[in-house]
């Protein structure tokens, strides 16, 4: 069974610009989310998605944007990069309703921009 | 105010101390507690699950939610170097599987 996987591992960009993350969930798990934390902090709740449906999000601008795709990895998409997107940017898979049904985090993918 | 606050140390404590983290929160919808451990440059690792109050023991570990204070703790016995990380709570109110609120985190350093 493999873990959350994430690419790329870094990143540097500069302000304007557009990025894109992926995320490659844990095997079985439908559920992913996408948190960015920022240094010294906790992670923030960006979005979810279940099975290729956006199914929550927190409090960040529509220029964030994901997709979840049949396989259900996802993609994280930033437009119009800011100085403050600047952080590590985590998914987390999960299959709800397991027992075990706990969020599972990747290594994350840390974003400069410059 | 944040919904969650957590005191971000650093903590620094000798080999084989009992170490205790905190976090309280304001949201009394909130039935899911949690604690991640991350080290340096990794994602979080869950330690440690709870569904409201109560406690629960792992091995060294101890979580302990008391909800009608808001708050809840984990407690980490003879604590060992490898154990030097942040811990990060974290608390959901629809399941455990929903939209986690996180701690600012801990930093713990456990000296040989």
């Known amino acids: 069974e493999t873990g959350v996987t994430q690419s790329p591992t870094h990143l540097i960009k500069t302000r304007g610009q557009q990025v894109t993350l992926r995320c490659s969930s844990q095997?079985?798990?439908?559920?992913v989310s996408w948190y960015q934390q920022a240094l010294g902090q906790g992670p923030q709740f960006i979005f979810q998605y279940y099975r290729e449906e956006e199914n929550g999000r927190g409090n960040f601008p529509p220029r964030f944007s994901g997709l979840q795709f049949p396989n259900y990895s996802s993609e994280l998409n930033v437009n119009a990069l800011e100085l403050d997107d600047s952080a590590l940017y985590l998914c987390?898979?999960?299959?709800?309703?397991?027992?075990?049904?706990?969020?599972?985090f990747g290594p994350g993918t840390r974003l400069t921009v410059l | 105010q944040k919904e969650v606050e957590q005191d971000p140390g650093p903590l620094s404590v000798p080999e084989g101390a009992i170490v205790s983290l905190n976090c309280t929160y304001s949201?009394?919808?909130?039935?899911?507690f949690m604690w991640y451990r991350q080290y340096s440059r990794k994602g979080p690792e869950l330690l440690m699950y709870?569904?409201?109050?109560g406690n629960k023991e792992d091995g060294r570990f101890t979580a302990q939610v008391d909800k009608s204070s808001k708050y809840i703790s984990l407690f980490i016995r003879d604590s060992q170097p490898s154990d030097s990380a942040t811990y990060l709570c974290a608390m959901s109110g629809s399941s455990n599987t929903g939209k986690l609120i996180f701690g600012q985190g801990t930093t713990l350093q456990v000296k040989p």
């Open positions: 949201n009394s919808a909130f039935q899911y």
């Open positions: 709870t569904y409201s109050s």
């Open positions: 095997s079985g798990h439908n559920t």
């Open positions: 987390a898979s999960s299959l709800p309703g397991l027992a075990d049904d706990t969020q599972y």
